[in-house]
Nanobody, 124 residues
Framework: QVQLVESGGGLVQAGGSLRLSCAAS?????MAWFRQAPEKEREFVAA????????NYADSMSGRLTISRDNAKNTVYLQMHNLNPEDTAVYYC????????????????????WGQGTQVTVSS
C-alpha cells in the first residue's frame, strides 16, 4: 500500500505560480498529477516516468508546467506558472504500479494509488 500526500496548494492571483508536492510513503512508480474543477470530470495534467525522467503534459497546460521527481525523497513536484482562473481545481497526485519504467500514462485507469488532493484557487 502506497500513501500519497499532496501539499502546496492555495490561493494565488492570476499570472502567479505555485509548486505542488506529493510525498509518497514508499518507492513509487510512474507518477502523475490530475485535477478536477467544480462540476467537471477529473483530467490529466502531467506525468513523469519511474526512471529516465520522461514527462508528459496536458496540451491545455503545456508550457506552463514542469513535473519533476526526487526519488531519494519519494517526492514528485508540479511547478505551475502563469496560472489563470480556469486552473482552479483540486489537484491530485497518483502513482502507477503497472506502468513500464519509462512510461508516462495519461489515463486515470492506469493509476492505482491516489492522494487526497490539494486545492488550488486562482483569483482574477
Amino acid at each position: 500500500q502506497v500513501q500519497l500526500v499532496e501539499s502546496g496548494g492555495g490561493l494565488v492571483q492570476a499570472g502567479g505560480s505555485l509548486r505542488l508536492s506529493c510525498a509518497a510513503s514508499a518507492s513509487t512508480y510512474a507518477m502523475a498529477w490530475f485535477r478536477q474543477a467544480p462540476e467537471k470530470e477529473r483530467e490529466f495534467v502531467a506525468a513523469i516516468s519511474r526512471i529516465g525522467g520522461n514527462t508528459n503534459y496536458a496540451d491545455s497546460m503545456s508550457g506552463r508546467l514542469t513535473i519533476s521527481r526526487d526519488n531519494a525523497k519519494n517526492t514528485v513536484y508540479l511547478q505551475m506558472h502563469n496560472l489563470n482562473p480556469e486552473d482552479t481545481a483540486v489537484y491530485y497526485c497518483a502513482a502507477s504500479t503497472a506502468a513500464l519504467s519509462f512510461a508516462t500514462p495519461i489515463s486515470q485507469s492506469q493509476y492505482d494509488y491516489w492522494g487526497q488532493g490539494t486545492q488550488v484557487t486562482v483569483s482574477s
